[in-house]
């Protein structure tokens, strides 16, 4: 059995209008989705992503299949939205799922875009995806290091994303086993403009509680600029005779209505 | 079945290395089995062109000079026929009527060749055959005994060919005096010319022949040719309908907001989506376990396996299990299991093996990548792995080499925990 916690938060930036992230955090299963396309494209296609995975909300044991079958699912609808004249929109899409496979528990997670899933454990941050972005692809190559990461010109162009009508996406996979105490940090690229490896795992150190973790980051992100929406979603696994809270206590909605910000202890079935 | 037939081998005189062992079951039509081919075909033993067909087999007459025994009469008298018949690697096989044609190829896999609706025979060269069984499809299998035949001419319903060429260097290299006319080759032979039509991707197989009413477990009719060699390939189509978005608005600074999207095509990478359903051939022994098309004994309980028996499509093969220290087992059903501390795996249908021990074990200490029948064991750790199969030295993994684990083979992590590779479908 897998007891897990939760946080998210969302905020629009200092100089946005619009909020074109969109975020599901409710177990078992977790998502970011980043839009892009211009209004309003971009805020249609990371909800209508996000919604392709409500059917997975709150029934224990997805199978990988089940949530490959949403991404898929949330695929179609961005380009079915998009025949109906919403042209050039697309969104990324990052996410976590507690899924059951073989009578276990396994972590289950998967992007597409530049959105990103780290793990943080062992006082380690590691980051588990890997961009699919123009400039990440020149890194690899060797062709810019990384601390030019933020200033490259391409530095937003993303080379995966929902919503292509010719292509099915590709989508990355992992799978883990869950260990407690470790924390999973789901965040749209307005956090890693801003905040460096450092400095989210700074947060994620000072900071036990998963809602308050994830708050602080967008908090400290908006100090930093906030040039772009920013959405973060911050799970962790209970650690073994830790006591549990009251699984009624939902706090607040965050600060973008869009987004589903729930803080919960659930005992997992 | 005879016990004795477990192990015909043994009851078998020294013979050549390109010898066959054949096995037969009696039936309503004729074998005629040779040193290196071997005939079945619907005319009484008594028929003319048995007597004709023996002569060619038993002087060592190759397909040709088989066929122009058979082709001496007009095509509408031909009775239904399937023949093979070994040509150094090759190995050359015809059928007609309902009789068909079953090859085990190297490696596990199986095709067949039947001729429904076909005027004249139908013809294939294969290039790894390592069993071929010759039977009329259109009969039930009658029950009877396995029965071997070093060669002559026998009333039968099915031909079994094991082709020894394949085992032989496994445990004894050729030695120095082995006479240079039959060399093994070391390298393999170039693509079997085996039309492989499912493989093609595009065509569908012929309208498959009517069913047998056989005991079969498959419910649907063998096609023409199984598709047994799907093609894997898979393109990115170019991403050409991709617009780019519009620019951003109120924006300071260089920043432009907006994450766009390249309209070029994706970087090429293997799809890993959907899940790898391809089914798998297998034969089932008496115990109902699966085995391998080219399999005569179990390879989980040792009993005889009859070879004239359907093939059966499996979506998910279960080879084995892996005994942990603890007693505990885990199925060995996935193209990826990754074993260590703290495992984990970039596909979705890996399954992950967690050990408990020491440190000295990696998170990810041992990988085992498994493609139809065969294991293989790839290092990932730190300290160390070794490998030890039954009757073999003991092997340590050097990474990026990998080593075959064979049922029963043992793999040791870090000098510490011992996992055991058991052939059982079931813990």
Known sequence: MVRLRWGTATDVGGIRTRNEDHALADEPIFVVADGMGGRPGGELASRIAVDAFTCLQGRPGPTQEDVLAA??????????????????????????????????????GFNIGDSRLYRWAGDVLEQLSTDHSE???????????????????????????????????????????????????????GL?????????????????????????????????????NVTVVVVQVEGDGEPDIDAAGVTGTADASAVTAQRRRVAHR | MIPSLRTPSVEMPEVPQTAMRVRYRVGDSTAVVGVSSAVLIRVPPSDDSVAALWRAVSSGGGAVALLGVLAGRPLPELPDFALMCRDGDRTVLLCRGTHGV?????????????????????????????????????????????????????????????????????????????PPAAPIPEVAPPPAPIAFEAAEGASEPAPPPPPPPGPAASAAPPPLVRPLLRSTVRTDPAVGAWSRPAPAEGLVGDHDGHTIARATRPSPRPSLQPMDTG???????????????????????????????????????????LRLPTGEAAAIDRPLIVIGREPRASRPDARLVTVRGTDQISRMHVELRVQQWTVEAYDLSENGTRVTNPRQPSVRLERDRPVTLMVGGEILLADELTLRFEARQHP
């Open chain 1, 135 to 189: 400039v990440q692809e020149l890194i690899t190559a060797g062709l810019v290091t990384a601390e030019h990461r933020h200033d490259h010109p391409a530095r937003h162009v993303v080379t995966r994303v929902l919503g292509v009508p010719a292509a099915p996406p590709t989508t990355d996979c992992w799978l883990l086993c869950p260990v407690p105490r470790e924390r999973f940090l789901l965040c749209s690229d």
């Open chain 2, 102 to 178: 079953r090859v085990g190829l190297a490696g596990g896999t199986s095709t067949e060749l039947a001729a429904p609706g076909v005027l004249t025979w139908a013809e294939r060269v294969v290039t790894d055959a390592e069993r071929v069984v010759l039977y009329d499809t259109g009969v039930d299998r009658t029950p009877g005994d396995l029965l071997p035949v070093l060669g002559g001419v026998v009333p039968a319903g099915a031909v079994e060919c094991a082709l020894a060429a394949g085992a032989a260097p496994v445990v004894s290299p050729p030695a120095a005096t082995a």
């Open chain 1, 192 to 228: 890693t403009d801003e905040l460096d490896d450092n400095a989210i795992a700074t947060v994620l150190r000072a900071e036990p509680d998963p809602y308050a973790a994830a708050r602080r980051l967008v908090d400290e992100a908006l100090a930093a600029g906030g040039r772009d």
């Open chain 2, 279 to 321: 089914r798998i051939p297998v034969i089932v022994c008496p115990a109902g376990h699966h085995n391998q098309p080219t399999a005569s004994t179990c390879r989980e309980c040792d009993l005889p396996v009859d070879f004239d028996q359907e093939l059966v499509d499996v979506d998910r093969l279960v080879l084995g299990v």
């Open chain 1, 71 to 108: 991404v898929t699912r949330a695929d179609r609808a961005v380009v079915q939205a998009a025949d109906g004249g919403n042209t050039g929109m697309g969104t990324t899409l990052v996410g976590l799922a507690l899924v059951t496979d073989d009578g276990s528990d396994y972590w289950f």
